[in-house]
């Protein structure tokens, strides 16, 4: 059985990040499952579909014609879309079509291929909960509402984009409740999950946390996997 980390959480906390970092670290696959959303929104808003149609949807996804390459690039129809679907409207389209349950139900299969030896580190929002329950190690990360839109307003701010951090906040609220509420995998911890606040810490400082946390879960993996 392949083996697989995965790590859950809220947009802002760092998820995607810490996940790229794991799977170098081990040398390891990645999976970030969000962005299969990000670009079923993205085509969704393009060929003006209703965000609400789930069946629509479900059929679109089935045919969802992305490719994620070796270099962290994510491409639909071979056009490189790895900014366009990073946008706060993107990452909006991507929770409202999540809801739905036949669209999550047409990615399954998708996202569960993509366990491939050595490993996978897989990052989301229901990935130890639904998607890899048998999963080795279960990370959950979280921070205040406030902790993440101050992270995002300085990156939009970095890249000279105009940002309302207030906004940002109410947005963040938003989609929370949208993700945690929903009927079909609604985002929340494995119980079996190890829970972290990544609210005070640097990104260094929370891959060593997991790290960790990994290593106490899986003794012995780095030097079985990677030979250190």
């Known amino acids: 059985m392949v083996p697989v980390i995965t790590i859950d959480g809220p947009s802002g906390t ?20 969000g962005a299969l959303y990000r670009v079923l ?13 789930a069946g629509t949807l479900a059929e679109l996804a089935a045919s969802l014609p992305v490719t994620f390459t070796s270099d962290g690039r994510v491409l639909l129809a071979g056009e490189d879309v790895s900014d366009a679907i990073r946008t ?3 990452g909006t389209a991507a929770s409202r079509v999540a809801v739905h349950g036949p669209v999550r139900r047409r990615l399954l299969d998708w996202q569960r291929q993509a366990a491939r030896p050595p ?20 990370i959950f990360l979280d921070a205040s509402p406030e902790t993440r839109a101050m992270r995002r307003y300085k990156q939009l ?24 509420n929903r009927s079909v995998a609604p ?5 079996d999950a190890f829970v972290l ?13 997991v790290m960790k946390a990994v290593d106490a879960a899986m ?10």
């Not at 081990?26 to 999976?31: P, R, S, T, V």
């Not at 701010?157 to 945690?180: H, S, Y």
């Not at 606040?197 to 946390?209: G, M, N, Q, Y």
């Not at 003794?219 to 250190?228: D, H, M, Q, S, T």
């Open 14 to 33: 760092g998820k995607g990040t810490i996940a790229g970092m794991v799977a170098e670290q081990l040398g390891w696959h990645c999976l970030d499952s």
């Open 41 to 53: 929104g993205l085509t969704a808003q393009r060929r003006g579909i209703d965000l609400d149609a």
């Open 88 to 90: 706060e409207a993107a």
């Open 119 to 138: 490993g996978l580190v897989a990052d989301g929002r229901d990935m130890g909960t639904v998607v890899f329950p048998q999963a080795q190690v279960k």
């Open 157 to 180: 701010k970095e890249k000279g984009l105009d940002a309302n951090l207030a906004n940002l906040v109410e947005e963040i609220r938003l989609r929370d409740d949208r993700d945690r």
């Open 187 to 191: 985002l929340k911890a494995a119980e």
């Open 197 to 209: 606040d990544t609210s005070p810490f640097s990104i260094e400082e929370v891959l060593d946390r």
């Open 219 to 228: 003794p012995g993996l780095r030097e079985k996997w990677v030979g250190g």
